[in-house]
């Protein structure tokens, strides 16, 4: 079987495909679009591996040749692939969930503990040399202990995050497009009205994928909601948020802090959050761990594997 690989990844990861799949591999960064059609096409490949670095829009999706069976995603999000053209040229859709769920939820938490405790003020000060005491008034962060933490998504991901503020004391209140079970909602009072949720969070966490219904979910108004001195904390999409109205809520002292690791226009960043000392900003690696992305890559591969030997994987879209 062939596959083209259209991204960077780790060794074990290219070694693990290599055990079914001769590889075609961009040389340098990810392939464009133009480079993958013309790849896809000149090795006539029966699979695509693909990350949310490269988009997979119906365009796309037209120039591949019939050969392509699967296209398997190194990622939980598929917001880069238009799936019902896939779906109806008979080329199915693969994702990565659950082994990006405990890493991603780590990420989110530290954000969270990061912007409630000034991380970025007091990394700075460090930089410049430190050279000075603090007042016992200084540089003074929030408590999360008995503090109310708001999920918008408490899918696997939202979860885990929830558990982790369960023990750093926090109470939980979700919205979700459901009610969970007892079992899973483990006390969390549940929100069917997202706004209604949000004057209760001193912190709101996003878990959510990026769709249509997502899009802007935070703007002004919906920031406006929540209380003056909460927290943001996004480890989700950019899409989900209107970055001008969280920019002007850092700004006027609305938030306490926000963290982020997703962003409207990756790979870049809006200038204005660097003029900002109350924003803790990553580079979108809730999932960047070695045993995180060695797992998501082999399950990339297995589910690709999966669909070509005729199966049905569990993780299809
Ligand atoms: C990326 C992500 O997969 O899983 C997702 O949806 O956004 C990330 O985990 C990762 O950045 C690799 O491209």
Redesign the pocket.
């Known amino acids: 079987m062939k596959a083209l690989l259209a991204f960077p990844t780790l060794e074990a990861v290219v070694a693990r495909a290599q055990k079914s799949f001769t590889l075609v591999r961009s040389g340098g960064g990810a392939l464009g679009v133009d480079e993958i059609a013309q790849l896809a096409n000149e090795h006539q490949v029966d699979a695509l591996f693909v ?3 490269n988009p997979v829009r119906a365009e796309l999706i037209q120039k591949l040749p019939a050969t392509v069976k699967v296209i398997s995603t ?4 598929f917001d880069h692939i238009d799936v019902a053209a896939a779906k109806a040229k008979g080329i199915a859709v693969t994702n ?1 969930p659950e082994v ?1 769920s405990e890493a991603t939820a780590n990420l989110a938490f530290l954000l969270l503990l990061a912007a409630s405790r000034r991380l970025p003020e007091a990394e700075a000060l460090m930089r410049q040399g430190w050279g000075r005491h603090l007042g016992t008034q200084d540089l003074l962060g929030v408590d999360l202990t008995g503090k109310t933490l708001a999920i918008f998504g408490m899918g696997r991901i939202g979860r885990e995050m929830a558990d982790r503020a369960r023990a750093f004391g926090m109470k939980i209140v979700y919205c979700n497009r459901n009610r969970l079970h007892p079992d899973l909602e483990k006390g969390a009072a549940y929100f069917a009205n997202f706004k209604e949720m949000l004057p209760l969070a001193d912190a709101l966490s996003l878990h959510a994928p990026g769709t249509n219904e997502t899009k802007e979910l935070m703007n002004r108004e919906t920031f406006a909601l929540m209380k003056k001195g909460s927290i943001f904390v996004n480890t989700a999409r950019g899409s989900l948020v209107n970055e001008d109205a969280l920019i002007e809520a850092l700004r006027t002292g609305h938030l306490f802090a926000a963290g982020l690791d997703v962003f409207t226009r990756e790979p870049t960043l809006d200038p204005r959050f660097l003029e900002l000392q109350n924003v803790v900003l990553a580079p ?1 690696v ?3 761990t070695i045993e995180t992305r060695t797992k ?1 890559g082999f399950l990339m591969v297995e589910n690709a594997e999966a669909v070509l030997d005729g199966g049905k994987p569990a993780n299809i879209l």
């Open positions: 990350a949310p670095r190194f990622s939980v999000g990565t990006l979108h809730g999932s960047a998501m």
